[in-house]
């Protein structure tokens, strides 16, 4: 058991609480207990209108140091990669002693890539930036992940801020920012001068306890948070920034990860801002590793380009039991869309999303089954995506211009509900709702679906979805 930090934390309860308004009688409240180490998850089955709402008491660790003590330098010229690195090095002795701070203090602290370590917090004080260096020698270069495979560029950068294999990590502050200057990065990816793929600002994988709080994003040369082959991640009160032009930016990306909470975060990105992924046709089949237990809630998102809640279109180890509400979501290419395409295997199912509020997007929902990027001509035509259980309601969308775009696969339909949605389209909308290869129901939904969704279901339909997803969470383990 860990003795500082998680067993306080995840002792708090995490909620996941399905869409009451479906049916107040028999709205059922999943209550997750998470023991970090101890793989405890329990459930009751109250109503309640807690969800992820806990404010958790981070434990200050028992030692602490200044990056300043490893001779860093804020002057946002001096190169501190180094200094990250011993600091680290030194600070790993004390994983077993309760764990250890990195103290980041006021001042612009320039550095290349850095791995962190167990029982490790990286705290950055209000005015505190840490900046990504523009020299691409410094990131360094490692593998594909393995749920990947390989892409044209078999390698890519590594990341900014990095962890492997490890336990209770944090990475927090009172505010402070990590900067990725991706501008560089943007122009080299633009101008195909890169020789990988490009890196992102935080990366972890393959850990357990992964908190990522109450600190600015900005510049991501890719994505900004990315978890892998993780479990219990917390992402909360947080902002990311990448301006509305910056190709093929992405917010968070939780992927082949399980347990992770997001909330009370602002994301506005060139590309998507929440993107939930699981690996990559056959090479994120024979991993074999979902997404799922995801609460994502109290979020501000922008994408611009692309979307701003998406599942997909890399999805090939399966996303689950995902439950999205309180989503604000303004001048995005599309509010919520699920991707994937033949080759892929893999399901997502059993996703709600609910509550959420729409300004100035193109296309509300969209599901598409042709996003035929692969990784290479190996993949398999007979790996079909099954598409199924989507739950979409309470929604409130004002300036858009296509309601739905849902494209399914002929061989394999999707499968999604509709209730209660009211979208008030704008002067350029040609299409309402556009449909093919999909089936399902809605209720309450205005303007009028397309025929494929136009059946009356029953309440109790719903209820069902809720009961299969609490069910799902009870056996889980
Ligand atoms: C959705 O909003 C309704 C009305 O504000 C609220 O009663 C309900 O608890 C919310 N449900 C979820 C799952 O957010
Ligand atoms: C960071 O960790 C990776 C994976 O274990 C390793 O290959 C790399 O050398 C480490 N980098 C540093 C600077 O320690
Ligand atoms: C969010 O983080 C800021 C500092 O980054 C802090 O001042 C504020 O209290 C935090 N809010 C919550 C709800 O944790
Ligand atoms: C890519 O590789 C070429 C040849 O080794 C090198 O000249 C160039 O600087 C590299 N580009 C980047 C962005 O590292
Ligand atoms: C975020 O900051 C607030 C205010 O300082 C603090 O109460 C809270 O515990 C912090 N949350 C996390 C998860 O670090
Ligand atoms: C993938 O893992 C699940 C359990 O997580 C298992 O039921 C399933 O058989 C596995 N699929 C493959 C192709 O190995
Ligand atoms: C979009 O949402 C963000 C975050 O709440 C907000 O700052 C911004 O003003 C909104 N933009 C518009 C045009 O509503
Ligand atoms: C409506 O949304 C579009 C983007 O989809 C935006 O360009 C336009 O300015 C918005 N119109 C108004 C009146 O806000
Ligand atoms: C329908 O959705 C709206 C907007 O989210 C919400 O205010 C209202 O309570 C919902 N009505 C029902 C019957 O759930
Ligand atoms: C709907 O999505 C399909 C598949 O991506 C696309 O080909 C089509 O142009 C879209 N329709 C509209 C009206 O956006
Ligand atoms: C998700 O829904 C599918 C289809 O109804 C069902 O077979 C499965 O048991 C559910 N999975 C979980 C984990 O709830």
Redesign the pocket.
């Known amino acids: 058991m860990c003795g500082c930090l998680f067993e306080v934390f995840f002792l708090s309860p995490l909620h996941c609480t399905f869409?009451r308004?479906?049916d107040p009688k028999k709205m059922l409240v999943a209550l997750l207990l998470l023991l970090v180490f101890g793989n405890a998850v329990e459930i009751f089955g109250e109503e309640s209108d807690e969800q992820c709402r806990y404010k958790p008491e981070l434990d200050p660790r028992p030692h602490s140091v200044s990056i300043v003590e490893f001779g860093a330098v804020g002057d946002g010229k001096t190169l501190n990669t180094g200094a990250f690195q011993n600091a680290i090095f030194y600070l790993n002795s004390f994983a077993d002693k309760g764990g250890a701070q990195l103290y980041v203090p006021a001042g612009k602290w320039l550095t290349g890539s850095f791995n962190l370590t167990s029982h490790l917090t990286l705290f950055l004080e209000k005015d505190a930036t840490i900046l990504g260096s523009q020299d691409p020698s410094q990131w360094g270069i490692t593998n594909q992940l393995p749920s990947y495979g390989s892409r044209t560029e078999k390698k890519r950068y590594r990341s900014l801020i990095n962890g492997y294999s490890l336990s209770d990590v944090v990475i927090t502050g009172n505010n402070g920012i990590i900067d990725g200057q991706g501008s560089f990065w943007w122009d080299a990816f633009v101008a195909h001068t890169l020789n990988y793929s490009r890196p992102h600002l935080v990366e972890i994988v393959d850990s357990v306890g992964v908190v990522v709080s109450n600190l600015t994003f900005l510049n991501a040369p890719s994505y900004n948070i990315h978890p892998v082959y993780c479990s219990h991640v917390l992402v909360q009160n947080i902002s990311a920034y990448a301006p509305p032009s910056s190709p093929d930016t992405v917010g968070i990306v939780p992927d082949s990860s399980d347990h992770v909470c997001i909330e009370n975060s602002d994301i506005s990105m060139g590309f998507d801002a929440i993107a939930l992924k699981s690996g990559w046709d056959e090479y994120g089949i024979a991993y074999n590793r979902s997404t799922t237990y995801v609460h994502i809630k109290e979020v501000q998102l922008q994408a611009s380009a692309g979307s701003a809640l998406v599942f997909g279109s890399q999805m090939s180890g399966g996303i689950s039991n995902v439950l999205a509400q309180q989503l604000h979501i303004n001048n995005s290419f599309t509010g919520i869309d699920f991707r994937t395409a033949i080759g892929r295997g893999g399901f997502m199912k059993n996703i709600t999303a609910?509550?959420?509020?729409m300004e100035n997007v193109n296309t509300a929902f969209s599901a598409n089954g042709q996003w035929s990027t692969h990784p290479d001509d190996k993949y398999d035509p007979s790996a079909l995506p099954v598409v199924d259980k989507i739950t979409i309601?309470?929604?409130?969308g004002v300036n858009i211009t296509i309601a739905g775009n849902f494209s399914g696969i002929e061989d394999s339909p999707f499968g999604i509900s509709l209730?209660?949605?009211?979208l008030s389209l704008n002067a350029a909308s040609s299409a309402t709702w556009v449909c093919s290869n999909v089936f399902g129901s809605s209720e309450?939904v205005y303007p009028e679906p397309c025929p494929e969704l136009e059946s009356s279901l029953s309440s109790s339909s719903f209820v069902s979805v809720s009961t299969q997803i609490s069910d799902g969470l009870a056996t889980d383990s």
């Open positions: 869409c308004s479906c609910c509550n959420v509020s309601g309470n929604v409130i209730y209660n949605i009211s309450n």
